[in-house]
């Protein structure tokens, strides 16, 4: 099996980081069972979807190369897409969420490329390629929508996580695994749903990714678009789900506007949604989004964006007010009147502006942690940053000067001052001290012996985000998940059944014309009597070639399946339906 995937131009712009959860399709692993169910979905929704989709989403199916009959392959979609300017990747399930929008924001799609099960065909809580390929790909062709799924995942991926986020992703990516893998007991799964709705219970207050992740779902997964009387569907979760399609059209699902107040509604992926959101357009998605980011740490900074951080207990940055950026795991603010007045990191730290790490203070010289005070002088109204070399030389912050600053709240810092860093408008936004001393009333915040102490120059904190300033500061190619997507042994009976559905498939693209349909229905009939998809594709087969008695005796069979396994009458039914109404595309 092949380690290595297949990139071009996009791709290609992708940070190492992000490209650790990428993994080969492996597309010869796609059995005849899987490309039948495929090609079942496919051909149900198209038919439904016809009618109750947005027009994006048929359009975008041609336009971005989906067949109906065939499992995308991920390079032949990536040739397409390259067109509209987006690409796709394979993955293991599902990736944290903060990756998953990061994705979003390069212009890439992130494809699941398991396949659910034939006895999940309606409807699975794991990512799969039906889900992703033949949910997400086509609505990208709209080019407001795509835009609107970029801006998503690059405001996104700045949100930050409570460490129960963190806890609550890999409890959920458990339970996807073991409700789609074939051999999982009743009692793992209830324990791992009990597990998930536990820490459901339990989050507290809901950080800013869970409230994202919110909006994410209403639209990109959930969304209706249009009015309240006459909605379309354009939200992937529904466009794949052959179930959930046509009963949220109906009006035992309460259809709501499309505000801000979504991102407070919580959802559950293991049961059908009861209410959905309806927004007029694709622009008013982006609306939005722009106002739900005007509450976040990445645009309001201050005490609570540093608090945020503390709580979320992992890597991520602040941003001052002249454009130094920190970046590492806060652990300690000090605060006054509401204000922050120092902050503290521990372990490794880099310091950055716009995005590029400064010269000489990436996280091998701040290994055991960064501290700096905030705000202004005390008694002097003219910030540091706005301060003239002149002005700077009549305060005694001046290179070789022994000085002590007194900042308000308490905050003081002593030392000899060793030089500073300007930006490019020439403001000075980081002083370096030897013989320094730091403290806060009593409390010794750093000591001479430590060695050189460098002061962020800044008079408030402007942004808080989560993940580093720049990226290459860091070593972020360190994710392993707790748990991988399970592919188990497959049995001789399984086997055969594959051959089947080989033969079948091999017969309508015309591989081999010498198979006796009649010979495989019999040996179905025999050694998988439970198995109703073959059948249903044998009866399609049969249609076309206006064989009658071979008609009559799959419908017969059928029949009989219906009353022995009452829960896929409908899934049998609404096969039939659509091959004898002639909704056959090829």
């Known amino acids: 099996m092949s380690n290595t995937f297949e990139s071009n131009t996009i791709l290609n712009k992708l940070p190492k980081h992000l490209k650790q959860f990428i993994k080969p399709q492996n597309y010869n692993d796609y059995s005849a069972i899987d490309q ?12 439904f979807l016809k009618t109750v989709a947005h027009e994006s989403y048929l359009q975008g199916l041609k336009q971005t190369g989906i067949s109906i009959n065939h499992i995308p392959n991920m390079y032949g979609m990536n040739r397409i897409l390259k067109e509209i300017g987006w690409a796709a990747v394979a993955v293991d ?13 390069y212009n890439v799609l992130v494809i699941a490329s398991d396949i659910r099960q034939l006895e999940h065909i309606e409807y699975t809580p794991a990512p799969d390629i039906i889900h992703e390929g033949a949910g997400h790909a086509p609505i ?17 991926s700045k949100a930050i996580s409570s460490a129960k986020d963190y806890e609550l992703y890999e409890a959920v990516r458990h339970l996807s695994i073991i409700k789609e893998a074939p051999n999982s007991s009743e009692e793992e799964i209830a324990s791992a749903e009990l597990k998930v709705e536990e820490l459901q219970q339990n989050m507290g207050k809901p950080s800013e990714m869970a409230l994202i992740r919110n909006l994410h779902w209403w639209t990109v997964e959930y969304g209706l678009i249009g009015t309240i009387e006459n909605p379309k569907i354009y939200g992937a979760g529904l466009l794949s789900s052959i179930g959930e399609s046509a009963w949220c ?28 959101y309806v927004t007029p357009d694709f622009a008013h ?3 939005v989004l722009e106002e739900f980011a005007n509450t976040m740490a990445l645009r309001c900074g201050g005490l609570s964006g540093i608090k945020k951080l503390i709580d979320s207990k992992a890597l991520g940055s602040i941003e001052m007010s002249t454009g130094l950026q ?12 509401g204000n922050p007045i120092y902050v503290q990191t521990s372990g490794e730290t880099a310091l950055a502006y716009r995005e590029k790490e400064l010269v000489g203070h990436d996280i091998n010289a701040h290994k055991s942690g960064f501290g700096s005070p905030i705000g202004k002088l005390k008694g002097i109204n003219l910030a540091i940053e706005d301060m003239s070399p002149r002005d700077l030389a009549a305060y005694h912050i001046y290179e070789e000067r022994i000085t002590t600053l007194e900042f308000e709240g308490g905050i003081t810092v002593s030392g000899k001052i060793i030089t500073g860093k300007r930006n490019l408008r020439g403001k000075i936004i980081l002083i370096s001290f030897t013989d320094c001393t730091v403290t806060h009333g009593k409390t010794v915040l750093f000591k001479p012996e430590w060695g050189i102490y460098d002061m962020a120059i800044g008079k408030e904190v402007v942004s808080a985000f989560s993940g580093p300033a720049d990226l290459n500061s860091f070593n972020l190619i360190t994710h392993v998940p707790s748990t991988k997507t399970i592919h188990v042994k497959k049995s001789n009976r399984r086997l055969d059944l594959e051959e089947l559905y080989q033969q079948v498939r091999d017969y309508r693209e015309g591989k081999n014309r010498s198979i006796s349909r009649t010979k495989v229905l019999e040996q179905l009939i025999e050694k998988h009597p439970n198995d109703w998809l073959l059948p249903v594709e044998l009866y399609e087969l049969a249609c076309i070639s206006n064989e009658t008695k071979l008609s009559e005796a799959i419908l017969e069979h059928l029949e009989h399946l219906k009353q022995h396994r009452p829960e896929v009458g409908k899934l049998i039914d609404d096969g039939i339906g659509i091959i004898e109404k002639g909704a056959i595309i090829k």
Request: hydrophobic share 40%; charged share 20%.
């Open 36 to 47: 039948a169910v495929w090609r079942y979905v496919m051909r149900k929704n198209v038919d």
């Open 93 to 105: 399930g599902f990736i944290p969420p903060n990756a998953f929008m990061e994705f979003q924001a």
């Open 140 to 156: 990208i062709a709209n080019p407001e929508y795509a835009e609107y799924l970029r801006r998503f995942g690059e405001i996104g």
């Open 249 to 276: 059209m109906t009006d035992a699902v309460k259809k709501l506007p499309y505000t801000i107040d979504a991102a407070y509604k919580d959802f559950d992926i293991t049961k059908p949604q009861p209410q959905l």
């Open 285 to 287: 998605l982006s609306l």
């Open 326 to 337: 920190i970046s590492g795991v806060f652990t300690h603010v000090i605060e006054n009147n």
